[in-house]
C-alpha cells in the first residue's frame, strides 16, 4: 500500500530539508534513511540530494524580515505565505543587517528565530546573514514571498516573486507602533 499525497510531500519535505542544511546527504546520515527515502534521493559527487523530479512535486516558499517585536500581523502574513507553497522557510534578519535599515532592536537574532520557531506556518527558520543571496541559492526556492508591507528586491528568475496583498488593520499590527505605545 503506497502513502497518500500528504505523506508523500511530508517525505519529500524532510529529504529536502536534511539536504539543504547539509549541502548534501552524507553517507552516515543516507545509512539512517529508510527505503522510500532512499529511493527519492541520487548521489551527486560524494553527497546523496533529492532527485530533481522529486523535488518538483513540492513548492519551496522563502520569505524574511525582521520580526523583531512578532504580532498578528507577522502571523497573519505568515499564514497566507504558507498558503501558497508546501514548504515554508523564514530567514531572520541579521542584527547587524537590521540595524542598518530599523531603529534598535529589542531582541537578539537568535531569540527572533526562537520566537518564528513556534509559528506553526513555519517549516525552518534561517538566520540571514550579512548577503541576503546566500540564502537563497542555499534554498533554492520556487517562490519568494514578501509582505504587503515589504519592498520586494528582487527580480524573477529561477524562482517566482510574490507579494501577500491582504493585511490585517494596518494601524493596529504595526512593529513600530507597537513600540511606540512601549515607550521605546
Do not use: W
Request: hydrophobic letters at 40%.
Amino acid at each position: 500500500m503506497g502513502m497518500d499525497l500528504q505523506e508523500e510531500k511530508e517525505l519529500l519535505k524532510r529529504i529536502y530539508l536534511l539536504s539543504m542544511l547539509n549541502e548534501g546527504i552524507d553517507k552516515k546520515e543516507y545509512d539512517k534513511l529508510g527505503s522510500e527515502e532512499r529511493l527519492r534521493v541520487e548521489l551527486r559527487g560524494d553527497k546523496y540530494f533529492l532527485r530533481d523530479y522529486e523535488r518538483k512535486k513540492i513548492k519551496v516558499g522563502l520569505t524574511g524580515g525582521v520580526f523583531d517585536v512578532l504580532h498578528l500581523g507577522h502571523v497573519f502574513t505568515l499564514q497566507k505565505a504558507k498558503e501558497r507553497c508546501d514548504l515554508l522557510v523564514v530567514v531572520i534578519a541579521s542584527d547587524a543587517l537590521a540595524l542598518k535599515t530599523k531603529r534598535k532592536l529589542l531582541h537578539t537574532q537568535t531569540y527572533r528565530q526562537r520566537m518564528m520557531q513556534a509559528i506553526k506556518y513555519v517549516d525552518y527558520v534561517l538566520l540571514g546573514g550579512e548577503d541576503r543571496m546566500n540564502a537563497l541559492e542555499m534554498i533554492s526556492p520556487d517562490l519568494v514571498i514578501f509582505g504587503y508591507d515589504q519592498k520586494p528586491f528582487l527580480h524573477e528568475g529561477k524562482y517566482k516573486i510574490m507579494q501577500i496583498r491582504e493585511s490585517m488593520n494596518d494601524d493596529i499590527y504595526k512593529s513600530s507602533r507597537i513600540i511606540k505605545e512601549l515607550g521605546y
